[in-house]
């Protein structure tokens, strides 16, 4: 376990990575039931509390065609490596207080968001994608240069489902 735990993520392991090397000894992964099974149900006043404070908002449509294939190129280098993006961005994410109820938020500049893309040549240019920054960012006008760690990765949660969908099919 201490080989396979994950120091940035507080040494939790990543259950993809986990099934791979047990596949690899030999151990196949369990496909008779399907994943949501297991999952934890809340109670609807409960799930209702939860989502009026931490709801995510997540709106594609800000995006131009360049940003959307940003973030479908990370969702499938991310994919193939079996990495989570708080792995994949590691010690460019900081924690900054924020608002006036002096909320902890992760955040990432987004000059290093850009040059971790570039390091594993997901993109060429370090310059920024415009309609990228704002999709991403805290508030923009409060906190420029910015990206809400959280909403990113809800983002590329949503863009993954629909690339590991696409890569199934190739």
Same mark, same amino acid.
């Given at each position: 376990?201490?080989?396979?735990?994950?120091?940035?993520?507080?040494?939790?392991?990543?259950?993809?990575?986990?099934?791979?090397?047990?596949?690899?000894?030999?151990?196949?992964?369990?496909?008779?039931?399907?994943?949501?099974?297991?999952?934890?149900?809340?109670?609807?006043?409960?799930?209702?509390?939860?989502?009026?404070?931490?709801?995510?908002?997540?709106?594609?449509?800000?995006?131009?065609?360049?940003?959307?294939?940003?973030?479908?190129?990370?969702? #499938?280098?991310?994919?193939?490596?079996?990495?989570?993006?708080?792995?994949?961005?590691?010690?460019?994410?900081?924690?900054?207080?924020?608002?006036?109820?002096?909320?902890?938020?992760?955040?990432?500049?987004?000059?290093?968001?850009?040059?971790?893309?570039?390091?594993?040549?997901? #993109?060429?240019?370090?310059?920024?994608?415009?309609?990228?920054?704002?999709?991403?960012?805290?508030?923009?006008?409060?906190?420029?240069?910015?990206?809400?760690?959280?909403?990113?990765?809800?983002?590329?949660?949503?863009?993954?489902?629909?690339?590991?969908?696409?890569?199934?099919?190739?």
């Amino acid at each position: 376990m201490k080989v396979i735990a994950k120091p940035e993520l507080d040494n939790a392991v990543i259950l993809n990575e986990f099934v791979l090397i047990m596949e690899n000894f030999g151990i196949p992964a369990t496909t008779d039931e399907e994943e949501y099974l297991n999952d934890y149900q809340p109670d609807e006043e409960e799930e209702g509390n939860k989502k009026k404070k931490n709801r995510i908002v997540i709106k594609f449509d800000l995006l131009d065609e360049k940003a959307l294939r940003i973030l479908k190129k990370l969702a #499938r280098f991310l994919l193939e490596r079996f990495m989570h993006p708080r792995e994949f961005f590691g010690p460019t994410i900081k924690k900054e207080i924020i608002g006036k109820k002096k909320n902890v938020v992760e955040v990432i500049k987004h000059q290093d968001f850009y040059l971790r893309l570039k390091l594993a040549s997901i #993109r060429k240019k370090l310059t920024p994608n415009e309609s990228l920054d704002k999709f991403l960012a805290i508030d923009g006008d409060k906190f420029p240069g910015l990206s809400q760690v959280k909403r990113m990765i809800k983002a590329l949660e949503i863009i993954a489902e629909g690339e590991q969908e696409a890569m199934a099919k190739e």
